[in-house]
Protein backbone atom coordinates (compact mmCIF):
# COMPACT_ATOMS: atom_id res chain seq x y z
CA UNK A 1 0.00 0.00 0.00
CA UNK A 2 0.97 3.62 -0.56
CA UNK A 3 0.01 6.60 1.21
CA UNK A 4 -0.17 10.39 -1.00
CA UNK A 5 -0.09 13.55 0.55
CA UNK A 6 0.02 16.61 -1.97
CA UNK A 7 1.26 20.30 -2.15
CA UNK A 8 2.23 23.32 -3.87
CA UNK A 9 -1.16 24.75 -4.65
CA UNK A 10 -2.74 28.26 -4.00
CA UNK A 11 -3.43 31.33 -5.75
CA UNK A 12 -1.66 32.70 -9.16
CA UNK A 13 -3.21 35.06 -11.81
CA UNK A 14 -3.75 33.75 -15.29
CA UNK A 15 -0.52 32.97 -17.13
CA UNK A 16 1.36 31.88 -14.27
CA UNK A 17 2.92 28.94 -12.83
CA UNK A 18 2.50 26.78 -10.21
CA UNK A 19 4.63 23.15 -9.31
CA UNK A 20 2.73 20.84 -7.08
CA UNK A 21 4.19 17.83 -5.49
CA UNK A 22 3.32 14.61 -3.86
CA UNK A 23 4.91 12.80 -1.67
CA UNK A 24 4.68 8.39 -1.13
CA UNK A 25 4.98 6.38 1.63
CA UNK A 26 4.62 3.32 1.59
CA UNK A 27 6.85 0.02 -0.19
CA UNK A 28 7.95 -0.42 -3.84
CA UNK A 29 7.41 3.21 -5.11
CA UNK A 30 8.91 2.94 -8.39
CA UNK A 31 5.87 0.06 -9.17
CA UNK A 32 3.55 2.31 -8.84
CA UNK A 33 1.74 4.49 -11.90
CA UNK A 34 1.41 7.45 -10.70
CA UNK A 35 -1.27 10.48 -11.91
CA UNK A 36 -2.96 13.72 -11.64
CA UNK A 37 -6.65 14.33 -11.31
CA UNK A 38 -8.51 17.49 -10.82
CA UNK A 39 -12.07 18.15 -9.68
CA UNK A 40 -13.46 21.89 -10.54
CA UNK A 41 -16.66 22.84 -8.73
CA UNK A 42 -19.69 21.09 -9.50
CA UNK A 43 -17.65 19.22 -12.15
CA UNK A 44 -16.72 15.28 -12.10
CA UNK A 45 -12.91 14.28 -11.25
CA UNK A 46 -11.07 14.26 -14.41
CA UNK A 47 -8.13 13.08 -15.75
CA UNK A 48 -5.20 15.76 -16.04
CA UNK A 49 -1.40 13.43 -16.42
CA UNK A 50 0.16 10.49 -15.81
CA UNK A 51 3.36 8.61 -15.69
CA UNK A 52 4.11 5.38 -16.01
CA UNK A 53 5.87 3.14 -13.48
CA UNK A 54 8.15 0.59 -16.14
CA UNK A 55 9.58 3.41 -18.20
CA UNK A 56 8.59 6.98 -17.06
CA UNK A 57 6.68 7.46 -20.03
CA UNK A 58 4.13 10.69 -19.60
CA UNK A 59 0.71 10.87 -20.91
CA UNK A 60 -1.71 13.88 -20.55
CA UNK A 61 -5.49 15.29 -21.48
CA UNK A 62 -5.67 17.65 -24.44
CA UNK A 63 -6.48 20.38 -22.24
CA UNK A 64 -3.01 20.28 -20.37
CA UNK A 65 -1.23 19.08 -23.07
CA UNK A 66 2.13 21.11 -23.99
CA UNK A 67 1.44 23.45 -20.46
CA UNK A 68 1.79 20.58 -17.79
CA UNK A 69 4.51 18.76 -17.07
CA UNK A 70 4.33 15.51 -14.58
CA UNK A 71 7.32 13.70 -13.98
CA UNK A 72 8.73 11.52 -10.61
CA UNK A 73 12.06 10.57 -8.45
CA UNK A 74 11.76 6.99 -7.53
CA UNK A 75 14.52 7.88 -5.44
CA UNK A 76 12.66 10.02 -3.30
CA UNK A 77 9.37 9.00 -3.71
CA UNK A 78 7.68 11.69 -5.03
CA UNK A 79 5.59 13.17 -8.26
CA UNK A 80 5.30 16.63 -9.61
CA UNK A 81 3.04 18.62 -11.83
CA UNK A 82 4.90 21.58 -13.40
CA UNK A 83 1.81 23.88 -14.80
CA UNK A 84 2.66 26.85 -17.02
CA UNK A 85 0.44 29.33 -18.94
CA UNK A 86 -2.43 28.60 -16.35
CA UNK A 87 -5.84 29.41 -16.87
CA UNK A 88 -8.55 29.69 -14.89
CA UNK A 89 -10.73 26.95 -16.21
CA UNK A 90 -7.38 24.83 -14.68
CA UNK A 91 -9.09 25.43 -11.17
CA UNK A 92 -9.39 22.90 -9.39
CA UNK A 93 -8.67 20.83 -6.62
CA UNK A 94 -5.75 18.57 -7.41
CA UNK A 95 -5.46 15.11 -6.80
CA UNK A 96 -2.34 12.73 -6.81
CA UNK A 97 -3.11 9.43 -7.36
CA UNK A 98 -1.35 5.76 -7.36
CA UNK A 99 -2.47 2.62 -9.04
CA UNK A 100 0.05 -0.59 -8.88
CA UNK A 101 1.84 -1.34 -11.56
CA UNK A 102 -0.17 -1.38 -15.49
CA UNK A 103 -0.58 0.45 -18.40
CA UNK A 104 -1.79 4.08 -19.25
CA UNK A 105 -5.06 4.65 -17.49
CA UNK A 106 -7.21 7.87 -17.56
CA UNK A 107 -10.13 6.79 -15.60
CA UNK A 108 -10.33 7.36 -11.69
CA UNK A 109 -11.72 4.02 -10.61
CA UNK A 110 -8.04 2.29 -12.47
CA UNK A 111 -6.16 4.15 -9.27
CA UNK A 112 -6.54 2.34 -5.80
CA UNK A 113 -4.54 5.40 -3.57
CA UNK A 114 -5.13 8.75 -3.41
CA UNK A 115 -3.98 11.89 -1.81
CA UNK A 116 -6.64 14.24 0.08
CA UNK A 117 -6.15 17.11 -2.39
CA UNK A 118 -4.72 20.45 -3.10
CA UNK A 119 -6.37 23.69 -4.46
CA UNK A 120 -5.19 25.79 -7.11
CA UNK A 121 -6.93 28.90 -8.05
CA UNK A 122 -6.39 30.73 -11.17
CA UNK A 123 -7.32 34.29 -11.41
CA UNK A 124 -8.23 35.93 -14.60
Known amino acids: QVALVESGGGLVQAGGSLRLSCAAS????????MAWFRQAPGKEREFAAG????????YYTNAVQGRFTISRDNAKSMVYLQMNSLKPEDTAVYYC?????????????????WGQGTQVTVSS
Open 51 to 58: ISWLNGRT
Open 97 to 113: AARSGGSEARLSDQYAY
Open 26 to 33: GRSFSNYA
